[in-house]
């Protein structure tokens, strides 16, 4: 998900051109009436409507899930623009390759690419615009467009002559766009890297805000659906009799992916679908266990033969050591938990479909969809509405395509509803995964010699859009450790793949989120094999690597690394680059008497290059500890006689209020090019606490979620 960017700048703006009839410009051949009557609206590109009245319009192709992209983009445009804040809008998007994501191809949000993204075609278009205001302010004063400047909605002249950007619309809407607008030299923000109030805030208060679950559409059925427990589990038999008894069940429609039960309202539905006695043939998943699924991947970790990284010489550096050191981590399948249940709603009329839908991947859903129906394309129109939680579960198409198939088996417009349960029993997962390292190291402890094998599900092979490359290895179960930025001569970084059969997808930071925790723990253990204090360790391993060492150094210094603190507590590390940011954190962390962590407080220091909203980074470094935190306590999903163990927040807990930590967001001041930040502040979280519980009570911590067991005689 981490492409390279392809969209060129004249290509963005012609493309961007080209949509301008889309923003309601009078078009050429318009009757003078129907002129007339229009209000002129300055569209130069794709993403910008100006209104006469001041008015900017800033449209956001990518989806909202709480990580504040609909705030993000209006700033990018606003800032060069040199817009009034003040009246700036934000509107959604329809699905158009306008938006694309210039890093995927397509228009769809993930891989905290959306601001990284779109960091230089935003401005752009913003420079773009505003250098068309300005030469329509200066031709109308008659002056050269060298003595104006602009400032919150207007265009200055060097005399004090001042014309407000709504007044310039009808001229500059006949100005040619500028092929190469010259963008702002950082230093001349006004806006970028400015505490910003979130512009969706407002609507979330007061109820206006609209998310997929509060999609109506009049005479629609809602559907629960009794979903195959496995893929490629299918019903063998299917007793339906006592839900049509249910009051309110309308129609009971089975597809490929299980059996559904469409009712006047979701609670018909629900009893109706409880009501089902289906007997599924589970194939080849019927005996599959959790220990099945750890003796799989121990195996694909023994065996790993896809060679991610191969420097130096292992086998000598190994023969030549002064002492070695070996262990062995696991991770387990995690569900996404999102907080809003996976919703689509959908109307399938003759050769035409609309949803409404809270989804990270509109312009897949469009292609997918229309073969769904057996329609173009063009014929498929995806509403995006808010996200109650993304973490990658709504890139997948599964829900958008069940609610499109029951519209048109049903001849109805049907809500398709999964409930937790439905979804954490049934859905996509993030990989289990097991990892087993060997170190050499000289006689001052220092590694001289690392392998790793990694065995795991590929999610590269699950997706459907992307392919393994020739070498092997899938770049998702081995990103954090085949990129690790430790200073070592001699590696051997390995995947071996593992297929025991769940369906897995992406998950909050992806393959980082098991891997930081594999590494960053083995780090530490090899620190205290050196006898040596672990953030130094670190240090003198990163002697190369400025900007890991900076937040390194920047989280140790905030937190107060070496000071003294209150008896009982003990403080661990780590650090992580994901998505092309750089994270620290340390954690300070007792343990309670029934062997359980508390997390006291943590502090993290993020590089994430030039900023965008610090407001923004702060929240989403806070949201991925949170994600984090609850995964490395209690995060399992687990299987008996192929069936999932888990069904809610009963047995898959989350954290709660009062187990939060104290969090502390310290901003690396840079002029890098953006990185992500929506999924970086998960990864360095379960090591820091984990190494902090070694600092606690010696014992090491290998598995995810903590087994605390052994640490209540701590």
């Keep these: 998900m981490d492409a390279p960017i392809t969209a060129t700048r004249?290509?963005?703006?012609?493309?961007?051109?080209?949509?301008?009839?889309?923003?309601?410009?009078?078009?050429?051949?318009?009757s003078s009436r129907l002129e007339a009557a229009t209000p002129v609206v300055f569209a130069p590109n794709a993403w910008l409507r100006l209104a006469g009245d001041g008015t900017v319009t800033v449209m956001c192709g990518s989806a909202e899930m709480g990580q504040g992209v609909l705030t993000a983009i209006p700033m990018l445009l606003a800032e060069e623009l040199d817009a009034d804040w003040k009246?700036?809008?934000?509107?959604?998007?329809?699905?158009?390759?306008?938006?694309?994501?210039?890093?995927?191809?397509?228009?769809?949000?993930?891989?905290?690419?959306?601001?990284?993204?779109?960091?230089?075609?935003?401005?752009?278009?913003?420079?773009?615009?505003?250098?068309?205001?300005?030469?329509?302010?200066?031709?109308?004063?008659?002056?050269?467009?060298?003595?104006?400047?602009?400032?919150?909605?207007?265009?200055?002249?060097?005399?004090?002559?001042?014309?407000?950007?709504?007044?310039?619309?009808?001229?500059?809407?006949?100005?040619?766009?500028?092929?190469?607008?010259?963008?702002?030299?950082?230093k001349e923000f006004r806006l970028l890297g400015k505490r910003t109030n979130r512009l969706d805030t407002p609507g979330k208060i007061d109820g206006s805000a609209k998310f997929g679950i509060d999609a109506q559409v009049p005479g629609m059925l809602v559907a629960v659906m009794a979903r195959a427990p496995q893929p490629g589990?299918?019903?063998?038999?299917?007793?339906?009799?006592?839900?049509?008894?249910v009051k309110g069940v309308q129609q009971i429609i089975t597809i490929p992916h299980g059996v559904a039960v469409l009712a006047d309202g979701y609670w018909a539905a629900k009893k109706g679908r409880d009501a089902l006695a289906i007997e599924w043939d589970l194939g080849a998943a019927k005996d599959l266990s959790t220990a099945k699924v750890r003796d799989l991947l121990s195996s694909g970790a023994s065996q790993a033969d896809a060679v991610a990284v191969d420097a130096g010489n292992v086998k000598d550096a190994a023969a030549t050591s002064a002492a070695s050191l070996d262990a062995t981590y696991e991770a387990p399948y995690l569900a996404h938990a999102c907080m809003e249940p996976m919703n689509c709603t959908a109307w399938v009329r003759g050769d035409t479909v609309e949803i409404w839908a809270g989804t990270q991947s509109q312009g897949p859903?469009?292609?997918?969809?229309?073969?769904?129906?057996?329609?173009?394309?063009a014929k498929v129109k995806i509403n995006t509405l808010l996200l109650g939680g993304g973490f990658g579960r709504r890139f997948a198409p599964d829900f958008t395509i069940d609610a499109t198939l029951l519209s048109k088996l049903s001849g109805k417009p049907v809500k398709l509803v999964y409930s937790r349960e439905?979804?954490?029993?049934?859905?996509?997962?993030?990989?289990?995964?097991?990892?087993?390292?060997?170190?050499?190291?000289?006689?001052?402890g220092m590694p001289t010699m690392l392998k790793c094998g990694v065995g795991s599900p590929s999610i590269m092979a699950a997706s459907g859009f992307m392919k393994i490359p020739d070498n092997g290895v899938d770049t998702f179960a081995m990103e954090g450790i085949a990129d690790h930025p430790y200073d070592i001569p001699n590696q051997r970084l390995a995947y071996g793949r593992a297929e025991p059969g769940p369906q897995v997808w992406f998950w909050r930071s992806v393959g980082h989120s098991q891997n930081i925790f594999f590494i960053e723990s083995f780090i530490d253990e090899l620190a205290a094999a050196a006898k040596a204090d672990p953030y130094e360790y670190r240090r003198?391993?990163?002697?190369?690597?400025?900007?890991?060492?900076?937040?390194?150094?920047?989280?140790?210094?905030?937190?107060?690394?070496?000071?003294?603190?209150?008896?009982?507590?003990?403080?661990?590390?780590?650090?992580?680059?994901?998505?092309?940011?750089?994270?620290?954190?340390?954690?300070?962390?007792?343990i309670g008497p029934d062997g359980t962590p508390k997390v006291h407080r943590v502090v993290a220091a993020v590089d994430c290059g030039m900023t965008v909203n610090p407001q923004t980074i702060e929240r989403q470094i806070e949201g991925g500890i949170v994600y984090g935190l609850s995964a490395?306590?209690?995060?399992?999903?687990?299987?008996?006689?192929?069936?999932?163990?888990?069904?809610?927040?009963?047995?898959?807990?989350?954290?709660?209020?009062?187990?939060?930590?104290?969090?502390?967001?310290?901003?690396?001041?840079?002029?890098?090019?953006?990185?992500?930040?929506?999924?970086?502040?998960?990864?360095?979280?379960?090591?820091?606490?984990?190494?902090?519980?070694?600092?606690?009570?010696?014992k090491r911590l290998r598995s995810l979620p903590f087994d605390t067991s052994a640490l209540k005689s701590a």
């Design 540 to 590: 003198a391993l990163l002697a190369r690597q400025p900007r890991y060492k900076g937040v390194l150094e920047l989280a140790a210094q905030k937190a107060g690394w070496g000071s003294p603190l209150p008896k009982g507590v003990h403080r661990g590390i780590a650090v992580a680059q994901s998505f092309g940011s750089y994270v620290a954190e340390v954690a300070e962390v007792s």
């Design 87 to 186: 009246k700036v809008r934000v509107q959604q998007a329809p699905v158009d390759q306008a938006y694309n994501n210039p890093m995927f191809g397509m228009q769809a949000t993930g891989g905290s690419t959306t601001v990284r993204a779109h960091w230089e075609p935003l401005r752009k278009a913003g420079a773009a615009a505003r250098e068309m205001l300005v030469a329509a302010a200066a031709a109308q004063w008659k002056v050269p467009a060298s003595e104006c400047r602009t400032e919150a909605g207007q265009v200055i002249h060097t005399s004090g002559r001042k014309l407000a950007y709504g007044a310039l619309v009808p001229a500059a809407s006949k100005l040619a766009v500028p092929a190469e607008p010259k963008l702002k030299d950082p």
């Design 365 to 377: 859903n469009q292609g997918i969809l229309s073969q769904v129906a057996s329609v173009t394309p």
């Design 632 to 698: 490395a306590l209690y995060g399992r999903i687990g299987f008996k006689d192929g069936r999932v163990e888990q069904g809610n927040f009963h047995d898959y807990p989350v954290l709660r209020m009062s187990e939060m930590p104290k969090v502390e967001v310290h901003i690396v001041q840079s002029s890098e090019k953006p990185g992500g930040i929506g999924e970086p502040g998960t990864p360095p979280i379960a090591p820091a606490v984990a190494n902090a519980v070694f600092a606690a009570t010696g």
């Design 10 to 30: 004249r290509g963005f703006l012609r493309g961007g051109a080209a949509l301008t009839i889309g923003f309601a410009l009078p078009a050429v051949g318009w």
């Design 233 to 245: 589990a299918k019903p063998v038999r299917v007793d339906d009799s006592k839900a049509k008894a």
């Design 422 to 444: 439905d979804d954490m029993a049934a859905g996509y997962y993030r990989p289990a995964a097991v990892a087993k390292f060997e170190a050499a190291m000289d006689a001052k």
